[in-house]
């Protein structure tokens, strides 16, 4: 049987490069962005959405349940970032990272966990990030919904354990993305000195620990999250 896969944000970024590679490897993905993304590919479908917005979640979610009748992943990629110290940071800005980073991982975890309970079957990853273990000035909001997101994985995982369904994070090391294109060299130099491997980061590495998480052989590992590079 064919996976169906879920991916927020694949319009551009790790987001596409997950959706692309798994579509080469024969499953179905189910991408979303607030804007158009032009994948080709008669395995890809595609939906413009906010992943904050509720009714919209739920409405994507049961269309693509409705198609199939089971969903097999869901991958939370689906994020964004601000730079600026704690006094410093309007509000509106931290009610965007948040609804976005955490409210928009909530969401989808809610609605698919509902699907992936009933069948006994599933895996659930979600986003962290090295700067929630690293405490990196001028990241508060950006690292405390990602700090939220790694409670929310291990709750979750709790809840539903015995359902059969994982629920796993992944924290990246900054990697050449949008994500960090406003970041000071300074800065990104600052935190890959606190790593045990100081690269930035590929779409492979995030891809590898992914795969990992959703291997057969896998299904004893939830609550977990593994961050990329060896942040110390």
Avoid: W
């Amino acid at each position: 049987m064919d996976r169906i896969i879920i991916i927020t944000g694949t319009r551009k970024g790790i987001g596409r490069y997950l959706a692309e590679q798994y579509l080469q490897e024969g499953d179905i993905v189910y991408g979303c962005s607030r804007r158009i993304c032009d994948i080709e590919h008669p395995n890809y479908h595609h939906t413009r959405l906010d992943v904050s917005d509720e009714a919209e979640v739920v409405s994507f979610v049961r269309n693509v349940y409705k198609n199939h009748k089971h969903i097999d992943v869901l991958i939370n990629n689906a994020g964004c970032a601000s730079m600026n110290h704690f006094l410093l940071t309007p509000y509106d800005t931290a009610k965007k990272v948040f609804n976005t980073n955490f409210f928009g991982t909530f969401l989808m975890c809610r609605e698919v966990a509902k699907f992936m309970v009933k069948a006994k079957s599933g895996r659930i990853v979600n986003y962290s990030t090295v700067a929630v273990a690293l405490n990196l000035h001028g990241e508060l909001v950006y690292s405390a919904s990602k700090a939220a997101i790694e409670q929310l994985t291990r709750v979750l995982a709790d809840e539903i354990g015995e359902s059969g369904v994982t629920v796993n994070a992944v924290g990246p090391t900054p990697i050449d993305t949008d994500l960090i294109k406003n970041v000071p060299e300074n800065k990104l130099q600052d935190l890959l000195s606190h790593q045990c491997i100081k690269r930035f980061g590929q779409f492979e590495d995030v891809k590898n620990v992914i795969d990992f998480f959703l291997k057969p052989e896998s299904n004893f590992i939830t609550a977990q999250t593994i961050y990329l590079g060896g942040v110390v």
